[in-house]
């Protein structure tokens, strides 16, 4: 069983910055595509960045320049450092893990941005 846990949400002033971590207890992490969604009140979850097993990376428009996905493989961890935030940003963040099989999700992390 894949388990995520994310962590770092935060209440923060526009234009700071903050870094969400998620931790998955799985074997073979480096193999897994992880990605990290959003999902803001009365709007659908979205993609906000992701990174293949190779490290190749993917960021929803909105968020290029200013977040960035990374992740460490000896820890099992992905990161998303978000820089320059907006109130627009202010959401539910949730942590994914795809095997080719399936997808598994965290909890999520609250992340508000006040104007």
């Known amino acids: 069983q894949v388990q995520l846990v994310e962590s770092g949400g935060d209440l923060v002033q526009a234009g700071g910055s903050l870094r969400l971590s998620c931790v998955a207890s799985v074997n073979f992490f480096s193999i897994y595509f992880m990605a990290w969604y959003r999902q803001a009140p009365g709007k659908q979850r979205e993609l906000v960045a992701g990174?293949?097993?190779?490290?190749?990376?993917t960021y929803a428009d909105s968020v290029k320049g200013r977040f960035t996905i990374s992740r460490d493989n000896a820890k099992n961890t992905v990161y998303l450092q978000m820089n320059s935030l907006k109130p627009e940003d202010t959401a539910v963040y949730f942590c994914?893990?795809?095997?080719?099989?399936?997808?598994?999700w965290g909890q999520g992390t609250q992340v508000t941005v006040s104007s």
């Open positions: 990174i293949t097993s190779g490290g190749g990376t």
């Open positions: 994914k893990a795809n095997n080719r099989y399936r997808d598994y």
